[in-house]
């Protein structure tokens, strides 16, 4: 069985990978991760294997235990094809896309929210549970789909209420089922992601929850059981491309990762530590460039820095919380801790060159600007190709790549979460939703999934925006209801 560590260090109980999904919360305010990543079993011996073996081949190999597990991956079956979830895409020369869209919510979250879902509900059983979830977008429609009308868990969910899509927001306000509570506050994602924090360290609240007889956890990627899914599909994408004769096997490739809180990458990260065979993970942002600026300089520095709203939301952000994950796995939880204290006091932390060079030996960045991403949408359209503007990040960061070797884009989101933006790119005009989703559905030939088209019929239930110093006393109201 393996072996759970603290990226902040303190004394660690045996923390199994159950306990690591009940219960994300480290000490020093850290994340949980595992003690170690051995190598891949062959390649050659994962060549053949669907996805759901694949996956319970490498929890086994991570000595993840498994019970619950074959209940789980059957939520793959809610995906457009359940043998192949994440399907490769060929846009044109060495550009290839890993579609990870294809689940229930239209967006990547999917991928591990749908069987952590389930994963959770095995091992909660009898207890009952407030599950917290902040979102920038597309961690909360995946979480509430995930986790609706499950017994003895109830859901959180915090958003902008100003920093969605109208899709993304449609797809959490019209969700009506009893155990769900969907909150929009005043403020950013860092805001909402860091009020999820601190209700998570909040000893009253926690002692309020405790009387009312819950226990707390979170579905965001503070979770390890969000991660631990996520390296699969990036193990599955190289594999695809060796199925369909693209590369051979041990062949390296780029891959290119529209990051915000950087737990997309993380899984790519921990792939990577297994040998996976990739040259490097390139980061892609928008124009809130805070991890470009890190990859590249070694200085995290959010100080002077104000969050801005781009065309791509789901990347708006600065402070990326897996980050942390990546400095633990390599340089150790001392200095981690220092830099995570630092962040928190001073707003930046700085890297020595040593330790840089050794994170830009599995990373590089670039980032993207909101013209740019309109172009990259224009672009693609023109060869039949409709995309959302955070994988238009992602393409116009791969461009500047080496030609030498092939280039998986993660292509995050569905068009129809985004299409107003698409619009716009593709015609300088301003639509709404329906219109958009309308106009790019008839030029196109894409069809709309039922999800997405029942929106705009159904009534949105959540209240209007409040303050994050009034979350918890919210939350303590509603379950007191």
Not at 196 to 219: E, H, M, P
Not at 252 to 259: G, L, Q
Not at 457 to 476: F, G, M, R, V, Y
């Amino acid at each position: 069985m393996q072996i759970f560590t603290q990226t902040r260090g303190g004394e660690t109980p045996r923390i199994t990978f159950k306990d690591s999904i009940l219960n994300p919360k480290a000490n020093f305010g850290g994340l949980y991760t595992l003690s170690n990543f051995p190598p891949l079993p062959s390649l050659d011996s994962l060549l053949n294997l669907d996805y759901a073996t694949l996956t319970e081949t490498i929890f086994s190999h991570l000595g993840l235990e498994l019970d619950g597990l074959e209940k789980a991956l059957a939520s793959y079956k809610n995906f457009d094809n359940p043998l192949d979830p994440a399907p490769i895409s060929h846009l044109h020369d060495q550009f290839y896309l890993q579609e990870l869209y294809h689940g229930p919510s239209r967006a990547f979250k999917d991928m591990a929210l749908q069987p952590l879902g389930r994963l959770f509900s095995s091992f909660a059983k009898n207890d009952k549970y407030l599950l917290l979830t902040a979102t920038s977008g597309d961690t909360g429609p995946a979480t509430l789909e995930s986790f609706k009308g499950m017994k003895n868990i109830f859901v959180i969910c915090l958003y902008p209420a100003e920093g969605t899509s109208d899709v993304q927001r449609l797809q959490m306000s019209t969700q009506d089922a009893s155990n769900l509570k969907v909150i929009p506050i005043i403020g950013n994602f860092d805001d909402a992601q860091h009020a999820l924090k601190t209700l998570l360290q909040d000893n009253a609240f926690l002692s309020d929850l405790t009387k009312l007889g819950f226990k707390i956890s979170a579905s965001n990627s503070v979770n390890f059981g969000r991660i631990a899914f996520q390296i699969i599909y990036h193990i599955w994408g190289y594999l695809s491309l060796v199925r369909q004769n693209k590369i051979s096997l041990g062949e390296s490739i780029y891959t290119v990762i529209p990051s915000g809180n950087f737990g997309n990458a993380l899984g790519a990260f921990y792939a990577r530590l297994m040998n996976l065979p990739l040259h490097k993970i390139i980061i892609a942002s928008n124009p809130n460039n805070i991890l470009t600026d890190f990859i590249q300089s070694g200085i995290y520095d959010i100080s002077s820095r104000k969050l801005l709203q781009t065309y791509s939301p789901a990347m708006d952000i600065l402070k990326s919380s897996n980050i942390e994950r990546v400095l633990f796995a390599l340089f150790g939880s001392e200095r981690t801790k220092e830099w995570m204290i630092s962040l928190d006091q001073h707003k930046s932390y700085q890297l020595s060159q040593e330790e840089l060079q050794k994170l830009k030996t599995y990373f590089d960045a670039g980032f993207c600007s909101d013209q740019e991403c309109l172009e990259c949408i224009k672009s693609l359209a023109q060869q039949g190709k409709i995309i959302d503007p955070h994988t238009a990040n992602a393409y116009a960061v791969a461009q500047t790549l080496p030609k030498d070797s092939k280039i998986l884009i993660n292509s995050t989101a569905e068009w129809s979460k985004f299409s107003p933006t698409i619009f716009y790119a593709l015609t300088g005009q301003k639509a709404n939703d329906r219109q958009a989703l309308n106009w790019i559905s008839s030029n196109f030939h894409l069809p709309l999934h039922p999800q997405v088209q029942s929106l705009f019929d159904k009534q949105e239930l959540c209240s209007s925006p409040i303050a994050p110093h009034t979350i918890a006393s919210t939350i303590l109201q509603w379950l007191n209801e």
